[in-house]
């Protein structure tokens, strides 16, 4: 009560001062939090990138890579194109757990 | 002398007879629910994500998915594989680049998430004609498609394949918008799927068989180009009916080294292509002594291991030439398949079926599951269909219903059907798209106001009307080309159109409507005079040397989503944002 009876020529300040550095911090660490969740987003799309540009690359500078047996008699080219579209389903799954995009 | 007809199966006649109804009946019985703008548009934003996950297949999986891909690895092996690559690949940016930021900014088009921030008649105005475009040049492949099934299918000309899904389409968008379009779409992604993994299954249980002369194989006898070819592709005289020298092999067969491989497992299948010669069929062109112009079919035999590598067909073949344009063309073509997906209209609208944001990436993660699937799947029908011996050699389209017809007719029927739906649920997607951006984009530029619910419908539905109508005179226009290779095309369009405009808009700041604006009209421009001046369009189209095209390399992407980033960043860089000039 007490408190309450003597807190109105300080509450501005009490409360203005600790709720602004806790919006700033609420968002300092909302934006950290928002990079942080981004970065995994742009990582697995740096991911599919990589692989996908790769096979483009492959393709254009050394074809003949392509047609190297890897697994089971299938050379890389069959064994590469299988492999971006298994992964571009692992990536979609993966992407299931990251939080709602800013 | 042969006479060049395909006797109607009636069993192929009921089966469609009963998928065309069944479709009419379920638009009818959803034509209640589409007569506010958000019910047409959106569906109410009331679908499931799983429904709107396989109704992402149905809308994806096309004509030149189905019928061009099937038929490119038919013909050149691994080359039509790489489309199935690139198609694939565009979903990781859907899902991850714009999938969110779309649902929670978008109403019904492409227009409104794109001018969320601006609220520019500009932008509205781009983005509508952007889409026309767009829907337009992807509904070719399609009706090309309908007018190539109809023809084995129910024995009729290509016209009328086209002007079936003409009608049935516009029926269908007319009477109930997204509703009836997304359950379409939806029946129809389950069914391809279903249906190609059968046919799969089969083509690894009868595995391959060695060449053995015996009765022709059922084809429908064909045209190439003026000689007549036989079922089993044959060639028997020239056109003035004197006997030509051909004799080809009536087989098409992989050359093994025992009678019958037996059923094969996925692994082994592609493992005993590798190791064996297999006749691929490649039409040749000569004249005689009297100038005139002679097209042939003839197996070539190549090793399984060389058609499984990228560099067989004519647009990869600069991948094995040492040609720097040739590559730079492949490399521009994987881009724009890439980038293109999460560029199309038809597609982005989707995303407002459902309800949330959560919802639009579970359907995005059920999308790339089926498509994934499918494009596995395509492999293994495009070889079983270069290796099944009932190719159409004139028209490479074909090879899927064809691989079906040699499993049986009821077979052929279900597959022709769903081929034949696939294509309904297609253009009924684009017709969709591109009539909502007639209804509300151009009408709202052009009037400066927003016309009432009832008004938006309406005017949608005469759009839908004129559009399937475009697209019946646009497929009958280009009906000998494959279906993939213009599917690329409009890839290529909607990359360089929308994407580094939708970038801006949803990622950057001091992305100003003017900036936007002419990214679309840079983009869109610059494309469409690529591809039109290019060296395929020129010998493909036009029928004219590819020696005289302007452009350097027929693929534009490279070049063209580059140039309409640069000039829409420049163009903000120059204007003012909206919060400064409020």
């Known amino acids: 009560m007490g408190m309450a009876g003597t807190s109105p020529g300080f509450a501005p300040i009490l409360r203005t001062v600790p709720d602004q550095t806790a919006a700033r911090s609420s968002a300092n660490t909302s934006h950290r939090h928002h990079h942080r969740r981004d970065w995994k987003r742009w990582a697995l799309l740096s991911l599919y990138i990589a692989a996908y540009g790769g096979f483009i690359g492959v393709a254009v500078s050394a074809p003949a890579l392509l047609a190297t047996t890897v697994i089971g008699g299938i050379n890389l080219a069959v064994v590469w194109g299988f492999a971006l579209i298994v992964l571009a389903f692992v990536i979609a799954l993966a992407a299931l757990r990251l939080p709602e995009q800013g | ?582």
């Open chain 2, 1 to 582: 002398m042969l006479a060049n007809t395909t006797p109607t199966d009636w069993v192929s006649v009921g089966v469609f007879g009963a998928f065309t109804v069944a479709v009419l009946v379920l638009s009818s019985l959803l034509g209640r629910r589409a007569s506010s703008a958000k019910g047409y548009f959106a569906a109410h934003g009331q679908i499931g994500w799983f429904v709107n996950g396989i109704a992402f297949a149905g809308d994806y999986l096309s004509a030149a998915s189905f019928l061009g891909i099937c038929g490119l690895i038919a013909f050149w092996g691994y080359d039509g594989f790489l489309y199935s690559i690139g198609y694939l690949a565009g979903w990781i940016v859907a899902l991850l680049v714009v999938a969110e930021p779309i649902r929670r900014l978008g109403k019904y088009t492409f227009a409104d998430a794109l001018n969320a921030r601006f609220g520019s008649r500009l932008v509205t105005l781009a983005a509508a004609v952007s889409t026309l475009l767009v829907s337009l040049f992807y509904l070719i492949p399609q009706m090309v498609g309908a007018g190539a099934l109809i023809k084995p299918l129910l024995g009729l000309p290509s016209w009328v394949g086209v002007g079936l899904v003409g009608v049935v389409v516009t029926v269908i968008v007319t009477t109930a918008g997204m509703v009836s379009t997304t359950w379409v779409q939806f029946i129809k992604g389950g069914l391809l799927l279903s249906l190609c993994a059968i046919l799969a299954a089969l083509i690894l249980g009868r595995g391959f068989e060695v060449h053995a002369p015996g009765p022709a194989r059922e084809a429908p006898a064909r045209n190439v180009g003026s000689v007549v070819a036989l079922p089993a592709w044959a060639v028997m005289e020239g056109p003035s009916g004197e006997a030509a020298n051909f004799a080809v092999d009536p087989d098409g067969l992989v050359r093994t080294e025992g009678a019958r491989t037996g059923p094969l497992g996925p692994i082994d299948f592609l493992r005993v292509f590798s190791a064996s010669d297999v006749a691929a069929w490649r039409t040749i062109t000569a004249k005689d002594e009297a100038g005139a112009v002679h097209s042939m079919a003839t197996p070539e035999t190549i090793h399984g291991d060389v058609l499984l590598q990228p560099g067989n067909s004519p647009t990869f073949r600069g991948l094995r030439s040492g040609s720097i344009l040739d590559r730079v063309d492949f490399v521009s073509l994987m881009l724009a398949l890439f980038l293109g997906t999460a560029s199309l209209p038809h597609i982005l609208i989707r995303y407002y079926t459902v309800s949330d944001v959560r919802s639009a990436r579970l359907s995005t993660v059920v999308g790339i599951g089926a498509i994934g699937s499918f494009y596995i799947l395509t492999l293994y029908l495009g070889l079983g269909a270069m290796t099944g011996g009932a190719l159409d050699t004139s028209d490479s389209n074909m090879s899927a219903p064809l691989l079906a017809r040699s499993f049986g007719s009821v077979l052929f029927a279900l597959i022709s059907s769903v081929a034949f739906f696939t294509v309904l649920g297609t253009v009924s997607g684009l017709v969709l798209a591109g009539s909502g951006a007639v209804a509300r984009d151009l009408v709202i530029t052009v009037l400066g106001r927003t016309p009432d619910d009832h008004t938006q419908v309406r005017i949608a539905r005469i759009a839908a009307l004129a559009l399937g109508t475009c697209a019946m005179i646009l497929g009958l226009l280009f009906k000998d080309l494959n279906a993939s290779f213009l599917v690329g095309w409009a890839f290529n369009i909607a990359a360089s159109a929308n994407l580094p405009a939708l970038l801006m808009a949803l990622f950057w700041k001091r992305a100003t409507k003017e900036g936007i604006a002419t990214a679309i009209i840079v983009g869109l421009s610059s494309s469409l005079v690529w591809v039109l001046l290019s060296k395929d369009a020129f010998e493909k189209v036009y029928g004219l040397p590819g020696a005289d095209a302007w452009m350097p390399f027929s693929q534009p992407a490279l070049v063209t989503i580059p140039l309409g980033a640069v000039a829409g960043i420049l163009v903000s860089l120059a204007t003012r944002p909206r919060t400064q000039q409020a």
